[in-house]
């Protein structure tokens, strides 16, 4: 057990995320596997307007915003063609405003994304979620 500050943790590199990412933002790794085998805890900024892809995870998320103002958005994958699984459209189902002291929990398997609300506007949040064998699946 360790205690740690967010203000200690170095950055990720932003080239193992930036295929996640809109833009431009900082992630730190708060919970390595060596802290927690069953807890993974992002510290994320984004700036000047930036989100993350669509993806889903296989474990609920706890999103804790701690500066500015940001935004969930929840959608679905529309299938246009059955004969080519390639043809789809993503259609927003429901979009979550948030700002400094908001939780939301987004469930597993649920596509989504997240990050600032307006452009050249920036927002940090908490990410928490369980660790998986499944890797995150970004669209």
Same mark, same amino acid.
């Given at each position: 057990?360790? +205690?740690?500050? @967010? =203000?200690?943790?170095?950055?990720?590199?932003? &080239?193992? *995320?930036?295929?996640? !990412?809109?833009?431009?933002?900082?992630? +730190?790794?708060? @919970? =390595?596997?060596?802290?927690?085998?069953?807890? &993974?805890? *992002?510290?994320?900024? !984004?700036?000047?307007?930036?989100?993350?892809?669509?993806?889903?995870?296989?474990?609920?998320?706890?999103?804790?915003?701690?500066?500015?103002?940001?935004?969930?958005?929840?959608?679905?994958?529309?299938?246009?063609?059955?004969?080519?699984?390639?043809?789809?459209?993503?259609?927003?189902?429901?979009?979550?405003?948030?700002?400094?002291?908001?939780?939301?929990?987004?469930?597993?398997?649920?596509?989504?994304?997240?990050?600032?609300?307006?452009?050249?506007?920036?927002?940090?949040?908490?990410?928490?979620?369980?660790?998986?064998?499944?890797?995150?699946?970004?669209?």
């Amino acid at each position: 057990m360790q +205690k740690k500050s @967010f =203000e200690s943790i170095e950055p990720e590199p932003t &080239e193992k *995320y930036k295929d996640k !990412f809109t833009g431009d933002f900082i992630i +730190k790794n708060v @919970f =390595e596997k060596n802290d927690s085998n069953e807890q &993974e805890m *992002y510290h994320v900024t !984004f700036r000047n307007g930036c989100k993350t892809r669509p993806h889903i995870h296989a474990s609920d998320q706890v999103l804790i915003a701690t500066e500015g103002k940001g935004i969930v958005v929840f959608a679905k994958r529309i299938m246009i063609d059955p004969d080519d699984i390639t043809k789809t459209e993503i259609e927003i189902e429901k979009s979550v405003m948030i700002e400094k002291g908001d939780v939301i929990c987004i469930p597993f398997f649920i596509l989504h994304w997240h990050g600032c609300r307006n452009e050249n506007e920036d927002f940090t949040h908490i990410a928490i979620r369980k660790r998986t064998q499944l890797d995150n699946i970004w669209f």
